[in-house]
């Protein structure tokens, strides 16, 4: 049975699909960790993702297919809260690892990652990333039952730490200890749901807000990984186009003080505190680490990022406009 077949039997079973309906099974492109359908069922078009046991980028990457049931439980826990948009699990299936949730039409939900390549920088978007992330976070703060139903630390450590951070202090010895620490106290560090992948590339942005996908990395630990790990983002990509960098200078500041002004379940200032430094940390990963961004191609653009990260990871305390500073002052001429 082909890919297409054995979605549109498991729909059937799951009841979404009608028993002699044959829906249009369209695999989409671009994720790499899973194989991801729209399919349009006589009720409408949905998404179906199913988690690949094998990334498609590296070939020593591995990752448990749990993962997609991790995915649809963050969204069921994140989906009550008032704030962040998510896709609604429609059916799932955790012996196939496979789920179906709600289609958000692309003509009209644009991935925020093409949206930031383009120049179309919307800080008001990027504030609004950052409250309803700190929605996810402030409505899942100390929730002891959370906690025990995202204990996913081995699967973090794998996916996020080890490929992040450990991989990194591997390529930079000098930094090892910093980095190393880092990583200690995101793991020591158990608050509130973390969704572990707030990339651009996994929001879209539509006429209500941001939506966001791809939560399979889901952990119950330390808010400030998110929100450093999408600031970092808004930071890479000044450095990839600087004819943008004022503007992705703007939303990058817009996303750090509607996230912090949303930090209600310890002072902002202590989780800035952890954030930064992360910050640092994973500008540094996104050159070195095990995952380096695909667009940042040049011997100088890298070293740009690599020294403002090392310069950054020098000092002892560190806010997220000490970040902004260091790579906004060693942006090139345009
Ligand atoms: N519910 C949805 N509605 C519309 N499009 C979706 C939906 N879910 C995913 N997509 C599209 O598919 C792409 C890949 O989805 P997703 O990020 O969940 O998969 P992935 O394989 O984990 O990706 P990657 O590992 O590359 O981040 C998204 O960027 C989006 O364009
Ligand atoms: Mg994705």
Same mark, same amino acid.
């Given at each position: 049975?082909?890919?297409?077949?054995?979605?549109?039997?498991?729909?059937?079973?799951?009841?979404?699909?009608? !028993?002699?309906?044959?829906?249009?099974?369209?695999?989409?492109?671009?994720?790499?960790?899973? +194989?991801?359908?729209?399919? +349009?069922?006589?009720?409408?078009?949905?998404?179906?993702?199913?988690?690949?046991? @094998?990334?498609?980028?590296?070939?020593? #990457?591995?990752?448990?297919?749990?993962?997609?049931?991790? %995915?649809?439980? #963050?969204?069921?826990?994140?989906? !009550?809260?008032?704030?962040?948009?998510?896709?609604?699990? /429609?059916?799932?299936?955790?012996?196939?690892?496979?789920?179906?949730?709600?289609?958000?039409?692309?003509? *009209?939900?644009?991935?925020?990652?093409?949206?930031?390549?383009?120049? =179309?920088? +919307? *800080?008001?978007?990027?504030?609004?990333?950052?409250?309803?992330?700190?929605?996810?976070?402030?409505?899942?703060?100390?929730?002891?039952?959370?906690?025990?139903?995202?204990?996913?630390?081995?699967?973090?450590?794998?996916?996020?730490?080890?490929? &992040? /951070?450990?991989?990194?202090?591997?390529?930079?010895?000098?930094?090892? *200890? =910093?980095?190393?620490?880092?990583?200690?106290?995101?793991?020591?560090?158990?608050?509130? /749901?973390?969704?572990?992948?707030?990339?651009?590339?996994?929001?879209?942005?539509?006429?209500?807000?941001?939506?966001?996908?791809?939560?399979?990395?889901? #952990? &119950?630990?330390?808010?400030?990984?998110?929100?450093?790990?999408?600031?970092?983002?808004?930071?890479?990509?000044? $450095? #990839?186009?600087? @004819?943008?960098?004022?503007? &992705?200078?703007?939303?990058?500041?817009?996303?750090?003080?509607? &996230?912090?002004?949303?930090?209600?379940?310890?002072?902002? %200032?202590?989780?800035?505190?952890?954030?930064?430094?992360?910050?640092?940390? /994973?500008?540094?990963? =996104?050159?070195?680490?095990? *995952?380096?961004?695909?667009?940042?191609?040049?011997?100088?653009?890298?070293?740009? $990022? =690599?020294?403002?990260?090392?310069?950054?990871?020098?000092?002892?305390?560190?806010?997220?406009?000490?970040?902004?500073?260091?790579?906004?002052?060693?942006?090139?001429?345009?």
């Amino acid at each position: 049975m082909g890919a297409a077949e054995e979605i549109t039997a498991w729909l059937r079973e799951a009841g979404l699909a009608g !028993p002699a309906e044959a829906p249009a099974v369209t695999p989409l492109a671009g994720g790499v960790s899973s +194989d991801v359908f729209r399919v +349009d069922l006589a009720r409408g078009p949905v998404c179906v993702k199913r988690a690949l046991a @094998q990334l498609k980028v590296a070939a020593d #990457w591995r990752a448990p297919v749990e993962r997609s049931a991790n %995915e649809a439980a #963050w969204l069921r826990a994140v989906r !009550p809260l008032r704030g962040p948009i998510v896709p609604e699990v /429609l059916a799932e299936d955790t012996r196939r690892h496979l789920f179906a949730m709600t289609w958000f039409e692309p003509a *009209s939900h644009p991935v925020w990652k093409a949206e930031l390549t383009a120049g =179309r920088v +919307d *800080s008001a978007f990027a504030a609004a990333v950052g409250r309803a992330l700190a929605r996810v976070h402030a409505g899942t703060a100390d929730a002891p039952d959370l906690a025990r139903a995202f204990a996913t630390d081995a699967m973090f450590v794998s996916l996020r730490i080890e490929p &992040y /951070l450990t991989h990194t202090a591997a390529a930079h010895p000098a930094l090892g *200890s =910093r980095l190393g620490a880092i990583a200690e106290t995101t793991l020591a560090t158990r608050r509130a /749901l973390v969704h572990g992948d707030v990339s651009p590339k996994n929001i879209l942005g539509g006429p209500d807000g941001p939506v966001f996908l791809d939560a399979e990395c889901a #952990w &119950y630990g330390d808010p400030a990984f998110d929100i450093a790990f999408c600031a970092n983002h808004l930071l890479l990509k000044a $450095v #990839w186009q600087p @004819q943008h960098a004022a503007a &992705y200078a703007a939303a990058f500041d817009a996303l750090v003080r509607a &996230y912090l002004k949303g930090v209600a379940w310890e002072p902002a %200032e202590a989780l800035e505190a952890r954030a930064a430094p992360l910050l640092a940390a /994973l500008l540094l990963a =996104r050159i070195d680490g095990k *995952s380096p961004v695909e667009y940042l191609t040049t011997e100088a653009a890298k070293a740009r $990022v =690599r020294d403002a990260a090392s310069a950054l990871l020098a000092r002892p305390a560190l806010r997220f406009a000490d970040a902004a500073g260091e790579i906004h002052d060693r942006l090139g001429a345009p």
